[in-house]
Antibody
Framework: EVQLVESGGVVVQPGGSLRLSCVAS????????MHWVRQSVGKGLEWVSL????????HYADSVKGRFTISRDNGKNSLYLQMNGLRPEDTALYYC??????????????WGQGTLVTVSS | EIVMTQSPATLSVSPGERVTLSCRAS??????LAWFQQKPGQAPRLLIY???TRATGIPARFSGSGSGTEFTLTIASLQSEDFGFYYC?????????FGQGTKVEIK
């Protein structure tokens, strides 16, 4: 069974930094691209970032480019999101998701339960 | 970036009815389109990818169609467990983008 468990979400002040983590199990982690997707309370889904299976290719939403960095450690079956220069509009539930092999990783096919980031003074 | 627009925003439906949800892209995404279902308090679930291919374990009452800029998700006969939110997502070009969602509620 695929399991994705996110952690690291806390309350942080505007301008602050935070690193989210996601530990994967139940599949061969380094076969898959991985995503971060976020959702503000009561709002829709917003794609944030993707990293390729080998960590060499990274893509970002325009809203986070230059502030967030996605990375992975295949030896630890872990995905990360380093978030710098946080803004109130970054407040959201952050999901870790596995990229579907059938879509060259571009579509998330399994999701964690999310970790809540709140940016507030 | 490609803007995905879903309609309607809310759909009130009785169990057993046929449901049609629409998703429009601001430019062609070929068949690089997925549909997700999300229930309150739960993570999204992949229903359809490649515009028309059902994901593993998805019932046959769900079907997707379309290409280019116009896409449709059809639920042949709505079941009680199908109520919730539905989102489309394009994966044709970066950044990936979601539609704003359609809420399917009980009539």
């Amino acid at each position: 069974e695929v399991q994705l468990v996110e952690s690291g979400g806390v309350v942080v002040q505007p301008g602050g930094s935070l690193r989210l983590s996601c530990v994967a199990s139940g599949f061969i982690f380094d076969d898959y691209a991985m995503h971060w997707v976020r959702q503000s309370v009561g709002k829709g889904l917003e794609w944030v970032s993707l990293v390729s299976w080998d960590g060499l290719k990274r893509h970002y939403a325009d809203s986070v480019k230059g502030r967030f960095t996605i990375s992975r450690d295949n030896g630890k079956n872990s995905l990360y999101l380093q978030m710098n220069g946080l803004r109130p509009e970054d407040t959201a539930l952050y999901y870790c998701a596995r990229g579907s092999l059938a879509t060259t990783g571009r579509i998330p096919d399994s999701w964690g339960q999310g970790t809540l980031v709140t940016v507030s003074s | 970036e490609i803007v995905m627009t879903q309609s309607p925003a809310t759909l009130s439906v009785s169990p057993g009815e046929r449901v049609t949800l629409s998703c429009r892209a601001s430019q062609s995404v070929s068949s690089d389109l997925a549909w997700f279902q999300q229930k309150p308090g739960q993570a999204p679930r992949l229903l359809i990818y490649g515009a028309s291919t059902r994901a593993t374990g998805i019932p046959a009452r769900f079907s997707g169609s379309g290409s280019g800029t116009e896409f449709t998700l059809t639920i042949a006969s709505l079941q009680s467990e199908d109520f919730g939110f539905y989102y489309c997502q394009q994966c044709n070009s970066w950044p990936l983008t979601f539609g704003q969602g359609t809420k399917v509620e009980i009539k």
